[in-house]
């Protein structure tokens, strides 16, 4: 039956394909695909783990007291039931065998769907057999790991045999494929990256959440805020994306597939058409020159950059390089390696390096909010995680400083707010310096920039002028922070709003500043990517943007069309209107 499931568009494009589902366990669960002569070794290291398990279990049995609850032992016996479960261990296999997932994801895939079948039986006590399953696969998860396993709570009377149906799956190797996760994290995307997904479908998140920023630089469709999508898909139901309109449509009849084919088409033509824009110079109608940088994660993203006709990376998000290690951060030697790559990947060009901004929406490894904090958002983030650990920041602070040795670096530093902390982030760029000095490295000149991106930085931008070369707006966050919305909440997206007035007053204040003071400004944020802004922050003065390179071309196109004297004026009516949306068209 054909459904649609709508959330928050964020990377435009239509993905047709079948579905595959990232199931959420408990213990926190990489998903890559193996090489084909992975396939053996991963069926082996689930049999060793379920091995283990058994006996385990058998242990517990054996040295089970006289005066235990008699519900215990029973319950072990329905775990050693369901773990010696043929349906488990050959979809376990399949998912191995004939789609290359890891041993923990083909074991949640299968997890997820044996489970989704105890939901449909109708004898409640078969039902409720679904949660000594999911403690059994998650018992086998945590030995996978090396983690210590937990005796299982007695929460059952008797051992039954559970009916389980075989699946039936058809082999898709050659079908695109849609990712359908409940959230992903940053660090689980990077993942993706190397990987073959046609579009991507979360529950969870807002627009400008970072899971969705990376979606967005892989240039694939994509929907977040799906609320219940990894529910209702199933594995390898047929699915639309259409990251235009942020629907989600399953199971479509051949005439919506008809459809939405032609619509992918007529996309991909327009496209190729923007392609044509490559190496035309952004100059607006009336001569005005502007400057078209790249948001990059990784040094590899430097050809993307460069393929566009980007004159230069104005944010390279160095917090993927330290993201995914389960702690073990990159030292010098790898940040330095990772800076001059993308240093000469970009030819000559200037590469804007961000210092690491972990926290909030972006944890160092793959769990997806740190549930440690309350507000995650407002504690230890970006440069306050930097100075609160001052030898990994000199050790960031002495990569970028080498890597400027070879070609044109600049420094940028997030969510910055108090003096003390511009104070004190400064004097360590030069104690840096310093210990360069000392051990005869050679380093190079850079311009050490600032972002905006605390309303309180705004509102005290003169005294950022007095300390750095150039500033960069963060939307992102800015928006964040002045209308006190999580980015990543999708259950509040519908309030974060770049036109609100008071944001709009904030970035049209920090651009004037920098024009007054002739210092460099530029945006980083996602509005800088919306060709529905371009105009708009052109006439507020802004002649340096930042953003994916996917959305190069498209703004490119915008500067060519338009008449920055013109819009100067218009714009100043933008920013006195209560709801200044209705002026942009
Ligand atoms: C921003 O906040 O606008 C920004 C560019 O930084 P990030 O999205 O990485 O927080
Ligand atoms: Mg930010």
């Known amino acids: 039956m054909t459904f649609a499931i709508h959330g928050l568009a964020v990377a435009r494009g239509i993905a047709i394909g079948r579905a595959v589902l990232v199931a959420s366990s ?14 053996e070794r991963e069926i082996a290291r689930v049999a060793s783990a379920r091995d283990a398990v058994v006996e385990e279990i058998n242990r517990l049995l054996q040295g089970m007291p006289k005066d235990a609850p008699p519900e215990l032992p029973a319950l072990l016996d329905v775990h050693l039931m369901l773990l010696q479960d043929e349906t488990m261990a050959d979809g376990v296999k399949h998912w ?41 696969v998650e018992r086998i998860l945590r030995h996978m790991k090396g983690l210590p396993t937990t005796v299982p709570h007695p929460t059952v009377k008797r051992s039954s045999g559970a009916r389980q149906q075989d699946l039936l799956l ?13 959230d992903l994290s940053p660090a689980d995307m990077l993942q ?12 969870v998140g807002g627009k400008t959440s970072h899971t969705a920023i990376v979606a967005r630089s892989l240039d694939i469709p994509a929907v ?10 199933r594995q390898d139901d047929w699915v639309i994306i259409d990251g235009d309109a942020g629907i989600l449509i399953v199971d479509p009849t051949p005439i919506i597939l008809a459809e939405y084919g032609f619509k992918q088409r007529q996309a991909e033509l327009e496209r190729e058409r923007l392609t044509r824009l490559r190496h035309t110079p952004a100059v607006t109608l009336d001569g005005q020159r502007v400057e078209l940088l790249a948001n990059i994660e990784m040094p590899e993203d430097a050809p993307a950059a460069l393929g566009v006709g980007a004159v230069g990376v104005g944010l390279f998000r160095s917090e993927f390089l330290f993201m995914g290690r389960e702690g073990a951060l990159p030292d010098e030697e790898e940040q330095f390696e990772a800076y001059l790559s993308a240093v000469s990947g970009m030819k000559g060009l200037p590469v804007t390096i961000r210092t690491v901004d972990v926290g909030a929406d972006k944890p160092l490894d793959r769990h997806v909010r740190d549930e440690a904090h309350l507000n995650p958002a407002l504690g230890l983030r970006a440069i306050r995680w930097s100075l609160a650990d001052p030898s990994m920041f000199l050790t960031q602070l002495r990569a970028v400083l080498r890597a400027a040795a070879h070609g044109q670096v600049h420094l940028l530093i997030p969510m910055l707010a108090h003096e003390r902390e ?20 050679p380093y190079g000149p850079i311009q050490v920039g600032a972002m905006i991106e605390i309303p309180a930085a705004a509102l005290s931008v003169q005294m950022f002028l007095r300390y750095f070369d150039f500033l960069s707006i963060g939307t992102n966050d800015l928006i964040q922070y002045t209308l006190a919305i999580d980015r990543a909440d999708e259950q509040v997206a519908h309030l974060y709003d770049p036109l609100h007035p008071a944001v709009l007053r904030l970035v049209a204040d920090t651009i004037a500043a920098c024009v007054a003071h002739g210092k460099g400004v530029s945006v980083c944020g996602e509005m800088a990517g919306d060709p529905s802004l371009t105009r708009l922050l052109l006439g507020l003065g802004l002649r340096s943007f930042s953003m994916h390179p996917t959305q190069i071309l498209a703004v490119k196109q915008e500067i060519l069309r338009a008449d920055a004297a013109r819009l100067a004026d218009w714009s100043q009516q933008v920013l006195r209107a209560d709801d200044p949306s209705l002026m942009i068209h």
């Open 224 to 233: 977040v805020g799906a609320r219940n999508a990894s529910q209702l898909v």
């Open 96 to 136: 191995i065998a004939d789609r290359l997932y890891n041993a923990e994801w083909a074991l949640t895939s299968q997890l997820d769907i044996v489970a989704r079948q105890f939901d449909e039986m109708d004898d409640v006590y078969l039902r409720e057999r679904k949660g000594d399953l999911e403690q059994v």
């Open 170 to 182: 058809e082999d898709i190797q050659d079908v695109p494929l849609v990712l359908v996760a409940h």
């Open 26 to 39: 408990r213990v926190d669960v990489a998903h890559y695909f193996i090489e084909a002569d992975q396939v």
């Open 422 to 441: 511009i104070r004190q982030t400064l004097a360590l760029v030069d104690q840096a310096r310093l210990q360069l000095d000392n051990r005869g490295l």
């Open 192 to 203: 993706f990256k190397q990987s073959v997904f046609a579009g991507f479908v979360t529950d």
